[in-house]
């Protein structure tokens, strides 16, 4: 990879984000960070108190016998406090976690996915048992209290691999307010929360910039950790909250503007890390009006908005579930509903609620219940269903017809792109996934895998000359950002939406893609040009028993057609992989279309036969 490759991408990923991380690596290295200077005390004592009132709502099942990882892999539970550096997927535990945090490398193949360490310190938890709690459920409120003081004793201030992360310790805070929200205890809190709190807030301070440098979900945790944690310190006498609520709302502020686009589109391209986003500026303005706090900018409600409806059109009405895209790390921000991990629904209706003063769906539903678990009504007003938009600020188009959604995406990337995944396409028909892309599956795991998931091969575009569409420099990073050549914008017909993109890569290799979706079958057409050998199209069908019909495949239901101006020189059904949970990968059946000429080739995807 040349140096020019190199350069081009450190100056698109920022000089100032550049500076920030390089000083937070040297600064925490060689002690000149004071979060290396920290010192606090455990908190002693229960950190809630019996609510004074019994709620009548649905409790989640979750963390009462088992618990799901990442929403699919059941860790079975015996009621006592877990193991917090320990690795349930593996049965590794950390070696020496009484070792100060920076002590502790982030990626220790003897342990695995460090991601695994830090699930059951994030705390959800608390919003189960605090749920139980709040029923009256005096057991339930026992729990809550051995868990959070076993927690305290186990993880001192500072010490050990679950102190790692700046966002890890955000996520913490904003489900313990969360928690004194549902238990009634926000303006009465006992002191052993309050010091929990202000200790977390030691930890996050001085590395926010770091986070900042991430311009991803970072920097929105840790901001929102900083400004609900100040704001309760300060509204319960502690002065030193006021710096970190201003500190907080400031970077909510230039988040909020910086990260999510006119349009709603977020920083990381990734359908998850926005619900992340979105949960966290929900759980912001949840707080925000509890506490009756002054409102936050024009600007930043506009954002919000816009990142609502975003994720409102991408989200399946009947199943709740939407495309894999972009990277998926398992993180589910608010569990407060027993709904399946992939079930968006419940944050889409939450945010509708705070910044659209209207619902998402007007049916009754478990997705209802985050709504009313946080004390708020349930508008009468009902939005409009989501229809056909063009999302241009982070390069997407969703088209909807009848009961088929299909969405493409093309490269708009103001931000680094994880995944090479330019003019990819996904189909769904009445909530069921048909053309799919393959998830990220994990961030620490066979390099192969590493390669494969992020790559090329794992989406519904096409790949030339055996390589990525852009070249990879790091673990996170890819250079040569693509750019879109041309956007043919949405058309409607009576027939059909259309709606059309191309690039050029570093290497002179173009594809052209054109997309047709009616009621009865969604026709794909490719012109490629530029690359040297040969040109592999991809599609990433849903499992099932499909077969070979000449130059066409079908499952009985569905039928899915190419036709080519050049030779096909390889028509084959083989076997690939799919993540739709983190950590959880199965086989799924990929079409693949070789050619080695330039020209065009046109996909149609039947499901009336």
């Known amino acids: 990879m040349s140096f020019k490759i190199k350069a081009t991408t450190a100056l698109s990923l920022g000089l100032p984000n550049l500076y920030r991380a390089l000083s937070y690596r040297l ?44 929403g699919a892999h059941p860790i079975e539970l015996s009621g006592l406090p877990p193991n917090w550096a320990f690795n349930p997927l593996n049965n590794i535990a950390v070696k020496k976690p009484d070792r100060p945090w920076w002590l502790i490398p982030d990626f220790d193949p003897a342990v695995g996915d460090i991601k695994v ?30 868990w959070l003081e076993d927690w305290l004793q186990k993880n001192p201030p500072y010490y050990g691999p679950n102190w790692k992360c700046g966002q890890e310790a955000s996520i913490r805070v904003m489900h313990l307010a969360m928690a004194a929200l549902i238990l009634g205890q926000a303006n009465k809190p006992l002191p052993a929360l309050l010091e929990a709190i202000e200790l977390h807030l030691q930890r996050i301070e001085p590395t926010i910039k770091y986070a900042i440098a991430q311009d991803n979900n970072h920097g929105t945790s840790e901001a929102a950790a900083l400004y609900i944690g100040g704001s309760w310190l300060l509204q319960q006498g502690k002065s030193i909250g006021r710096k970190w609520q201003q500190l907080g ?35 912001v303005e949840v707080w925000r009006r509890y506490l009756d706090l002054p409102v936050f900018s024009k600007m930043f409600y506009q954002r919000s908005l816009a990142a609502t409806d975003w994720l409102f059109h991408f989200v399946s009405p009947e199943t709740g579930d939407a495309p894999n895209l972009g990277a998926n790390d398992g993180a589910r921000l608010l569990p407060l509903t027993d ?3 992939r079930d968006y629904r419940p944050t889409v209706q939450l945010a509708m609620v705070l910044f659209a003063k209207q619902r998402a769906y007007a049916q ?49 990337f103001r ?61 996170f990073l890819f250079g040569a950002w693509l750019k879109t050549n041309d956007l043919k914008p949405i058309a409607y017909s009576e027939e059909c939406t259309q709606v059309g993109a191309s690039y050029t890569d570093w290497q002179g290799a173009t594809h052209m893609r054109h997309i047709s979706l009616s009621s009865t079958e969604l026709q794909v057409q490719d012109s490629i040009s530029g690359f040297k050998e040969k040109a592999v199209l991809r599609w990433r069908l849903a499992p099932g028993e499909w077969r070979v019909e000449g130059h066409s495949i ?20 083989i076997q690939g992989w799919e993540s739709r949970y983190y950590l959880q990968k199965t086989h799924t059946p990929v079409l693949e279309v070789e050619v080695h000429q330039l020209g065009s080739i046109t996909t149609d995807y039947c499901w009336a036969l």
Not at 446 to 463: D, K
Request: aromatic share 12%.
């Open 364 to 412: 009754e539903g478990e997705f209802n219940l985050p709504v009313l678990w946080l004390g708020l009504e349930l508008p009468e007003n009902v939005a409009a269903a989501a229809g056909t938009k063009l999302f241009d600020d982070g390069g997407f188009a969703v088209l909807r017809r009848d009961k088929a959604m299909a969405m493409l995406r093309y490269p708009r």
């Open 249 to 283: 709302q400031k970077w909510l502020e230039n988040r909020a503007q910086r990260l999510v686009g006119l349009q709603g589109s977020f920083s990381q391209y990734s359908l998850n890390y926005h619900r992340v986003m979105l949960d966290t500026f929900c759980m």
């Open 117 to 146: 360490i830090w699930e059951a310190s994030r705390f959800d938890w608390v919003l189960s048992f605090a749920q139980e709690a709040a029923t009256g459920s005096e057991a339930a409120l026992n729990q809550l209290n051995l």
């Open 554 to 573: 079908t499952n009985g239901e569905h039928r899915l057609a190419i036709s080519a101006a050049m030779p096909i020189v390889r028509f084959e059904l």
């Open 339 to 341: 709904t399946d991990y």
């Open 27 to 70: 600064g925490v290295k060689f002690g000149l960070n004071p979060v290396r200077r920290l010192t606090a005390a455990t908190p002693v004592g229960a950190l809630f108190s019996k609510p004074s009132f019994a709620v009548d709502l649905p409790v989640t099942g979750l963390w009462k016998e088992q618990a799901k990882y990442f």
């Open 415 to 475: 931000f680094r792109p994880v995944q090479t995944d330019a003019l990819h396409v996904d189909l769904w028909l009445e909530g069921e996934n048909l053309l799919r892309d393959a998830g990220s599956y994990s961030y620490n795991t066979a390099p192969e895998l590493q390669n494969y998931f992020p790559g090329t091969t794992s989406h519904n575009t096409i790949e030339f000359d055996a390589r990525d569409q852009m070249p990879r420099i790091s673990r």
